[in-house]
T-cell receptor, first 115, second 114 residues
Framework: EPEVTQTPSHQVTQMGQEVILRCVPI?????FYWYRQILGQKVEFLVSFYNNEISEKSEIFDDQFSVERPDGSNFTLKIRSTKLEDSAMYFCASSGGPRGNTEAFFGQGTRLTVV | AQSVTQLDSHVSVSEGTPVLLRCNYSSSYSPSLFWYVQHPNKGLQLLLKYTSAATLVKGINGFEAEFKKSETSFHLTKPSAHMSDAAEYFCVVRDGGATNKLIFGTGTLLAVQP
């Protein structure tokens, strides 16, 4: 069964450092998403990406964040200068299309710890 | 705006007894609703989905949910809990905007006692 894969599973970084979280969505999907879950809180939408551009972003997704689909298979989330409050589980998701009955498939997440 | 409210943050049941996880939604039109499960240190797995077809939706692992428009509810049930059902469960609504992002509830942690 096709699945979304994320690497690394855990990342520890020092405050102020840049991190890149990587995702390989399901190959024939067209829509890609990043969500995050701060420990003890609910899963929050960060950004959606379609046709090589951001289609929607939340207010959490400020100038410190960026996304990219560099090679047609990977989908990355970059945090330029990490803050303590960026510590969270980050989930990548993909879906075939926004309409109809296509659900989002999630990766297993990357746990980011900023120290 | 779409939203979901999970009425219980923690539910504890004994193995073999029924499970009920409650969710109410708010939507200005017919919503698409989902239940996702997250086992410890695992990703989010889709249990079931409602997308305006049958109001009683059957999912994986014996779970089902009933869409009740009159009560704006989408409660998750299972007749007999298994130890492996212990996990966090999220009620989710699809936002109606162009990107159809998902809006998550706060989650219900299900504990199953032997």
């Amino acid at each position: 069964e096709p699945e979304v894969t994320q690497t690394p599973s855990h990342q520890v970084t020092q405050m102020g450092q840049e991190v890149i979280l990587r995702c390989v969505p399901i190959s024939n999907h067209l829509y890609f998403y990043w969500y995050r879950q701060i420990l003890g809180q609910k899963v929050e939408f960060l950004v959606s990406f379609y046709n090589n551009e951001i289609s929607e972003k939340s207010e959490i997704f400020d100038d410190q964040f960026s996304v990219e689909r560099p090679d047609g298979s990977n989908f990355t989330l970059k945090i330029r200068s990490t803050k303590l409050e960026d510590s969270a589980m980050y989930f990548c998701a993909s879906s075939g299309g926004p309409r109809g009955n296509t659900e989002a498939f999630f990766g297993q997440g990357t746990r980011l710890t900023v120290v | 705006a779409q939203s979901v409210t999970q009425l219980d943050s923690h539910v504890s049941v004994s193995e073999g007894t029924p499970v009920l996880l409650r969710c109410n939604y708010s939507s200005s039109y017919s919503p698409s609703l989902f239940w996702y499960v997250q086992h410890p240190n695992k990703g989010l797995q889709l249990l079931l989905k409602y997308t305006s077809a049958a109001t009683l939706v059957k999912g994986i692992n014996g779970f089902e949910a009933e869409f009740k428009k009159s009560e704006t509810s989408f409660h998750l049930t299972k007749p007999s809990a298994h130890m492996s059902d212990a996990a966090e469960y999220f009620c989710v609504v699809r936002d109606g905007g162009a990107t159809n992002k998902l809006i998550f509830g706060t989650g219900t942690l299900l504990a199953v006692q032997p």
